[in-house]
């Protein structure tokens, strides 16, 4: 019964009562059924399966014969390798986003003009991006060793090592990237009441102590949403290394795609490597959650 009701309403309207704390619990619930079967169909039960074969050999017999192939095939390279890229460019993307959307939250001529340039990036096709990058950073007539002769410096072979290749796949994505990021950073920030920071600077805070224990503090939990949706992407990164870099130094993604032909016994070891690849994502995702969890309020 509601507080409104008397028990006399109660008993000549049950039905039309009932109806409505069926609507009440369960419309919700069906408005959002499409996105859960659409999740649980496309991204659940394709998990799951891959984690089920990942435990059978193209025989059928059951055992880690599949993780033992991909370990001959250099996980633990591929491993570091998708780390320092994943946790690199994101690292970047944080940095150049958080700087953005401070500078977006300030008044100044020609802001608009700054917004849409600072977005259009992100509407570039990944390929497309991979491909301006690769000509960017072309040892032979490359527009960075031209700027580089242009100062009167020597030119780069900026492909010269693998942690060189690595830095080149990590500022590409970056570029990229930033936008989403700093856009997901400027709501956070627009949404912080100034009078928190007039009252730190009342008490004689400077920009670094405002910034470390009064925005950040307050922001954290949009900063996790962002790092969160970068974070299982920059896991995820395939096309950019793949045009950039192609297969060395190799990345758990692109050991997937290596191992993956239907008409091969080697799909099963591709099963195995996506199976570690979703480990190193699933970690990421908790850390981010604890780090970053919602701030819980007391009633005072």
């Known amino acids: ?43 659940f039960y394709p998990a799951a399966l891959a984690v089920y074969k990942s435990f059978f050999s193209p025989h059928g017999v059951l055992g880690l014969s599949n993780y033992q192939s991909v370990v001959s095939q250099g996980l633990g390279t591929s491993i570091v390798d998708t780390v320092i890229v994943s946790l690199g460019a994101l690292a970047i993307q944080f940095f150049h986003a958080l700087g953005i959307a401070v500078v977006l939250t300030k008044k100044f001529a020609g802001k608009a003009a700054f917004s849409t340039i600072m977005i259009l990036p992100f509407g570039v096709a990944t390929v497309v991006s991979a491909f301006i990058f690769s000509t960017i950073f072309s040892a032979v007539g490359g527009f960075a060793n031209s700027f ?14 693998r942690f060189s290749e690595m830095g080149v796949v990590m500022f590409s994505d970056s570029w990229k990237n930033t ?43 949009t900063l996790a949403i962002a790092m969160m949706i970068r974070g299982v992407s920059e896991f995820n990164i395939f096309a950019l290394p793949l045009v950039l870099i192609g297969y060395h130094p190799i990345l758990l993604t692109t050991l997937v795609y290596q191992n993956y032909n239907l008409y091969s016994p080697t799909i099963y070891y591709a099963y195995a490597a996506a199976v570690i690849l979703l480990i190193f994502i699933l970690a990421f995702a908790s850390v981010i959650l604890v780090m ?7 009633a005072q």
Request: positive net charge.
């Open 1 to 43: 019964m509601y507080p409104s009701e008397t028990p006399t309403e109660v008993a000549r309207f049950p039905r039309e009562r009932d109806r409505f704390v069926w609507k009440d619990q369960y419309t919700y619930y069906l408005l959002i059924l499409p996105a859960v079967a659409y999740i649980v169909i496309l991204s």
């Open 179 to 221: 936008p989403l990021v700093a856009l997901i950073m400027l709501s956070g920030l627009s949404s912080l009441s100034p009078t928190i920071q007039e009252a730190a600077l009342i008490d004689g805070a400077g920009p670094a102590r405002r910034f470390w224990h009064v925005i950040l503090p307050n922001v954290k939990s």
């Open 292 to 298: 970053g969890g919602v701030r819980q309020y007391e």
């Open 148 to 161: 580089l002769r242009l100062l009167g410096l020597h030119a780069v072979n900026w492909y010269y090592s």
